[in-house]
């Protein structure tokens, strides 16, 4: 249970922002990587599919990925600490690009909703996911998101109203959609009032220049971490805080719940707009 035995007194957890490059196709040697960062603060994130490398061919892999992810989860709960990282799923339906939250309040995975497919971008070999996730560190509340997921302001906005005091975005992102990652990551922080970790592979992996710029923001979407190259940065996620912030922008607080807003209201929108008839100003429909 925890934070603070249920929010009966405020939590800091210190989170550490790992702008790492993966050893492409060695997933065993990226968690030795995990677990030593995980002794520099209570919880590391790694980049997009850095269990593997960004882009590594995945074939032969899977019991190897499930190994090293059980050694960076036996790590966790040794330690006591967690890990945020990027890693393919194999399900049924095909393979995944998932990030894995590995604590010891127990193991969460969230598989990337929106693959991108677009421009120098292709993920046509995985299947997309069909859940949000939470993870949770001492009874603080992770949202998980991969990459372009964060375009979908819907994504972090539920785990925000699901509780969550961090929302984490892993990413792979090349260098022409820096401009756009510099607009929407503010925003996402803001309009949720909740902590902000984003982080980047950086350099070359996968045909793609990868542009780094791994950062941390406040609840109301202030950077107060950032890492230069390849390195790390550390940022103070305070519950107070959050608290506090929350109090000053009451955006979840005020949030419509009574609203179907997606399968209801948006969908009845859209049916009204297209069967409407068309009228000119002051005519008959037409």
Known sequence: MKYAEAHGAPMKVGLLLCQIRPEMGEPERNAETVVKLMGRADVVVLPEMFMTGYGAPLEGLEDRVETAVGIVSDACRDMDKAAAVGSPGWTDEGVTNSLLFLSPDGDSRYDKAHLARFGAYSEDGFTPGMRPALGSYHGVRFGLCICYDVFFPEVLHGRSLAGSSVNLCCAASGV???????????????????????????????GLEMHGCSRGLDPFGRTVAECDGVGTAMMTIDTDELERSRKERRHLDDFRRDVEWYRGWLEKSINSITSSPVRSRGGPAR
Do not use: H, W
């Open 176 to 206: 022409q959609s820096k401009p756009f990652v510099d607009k929407v990551l503010p925003a996402r922080a803001l309009e949720n009032v909740t902590y902000l970790a984003y982080v980047n592979n950086v350099g070359p992996m996968a």
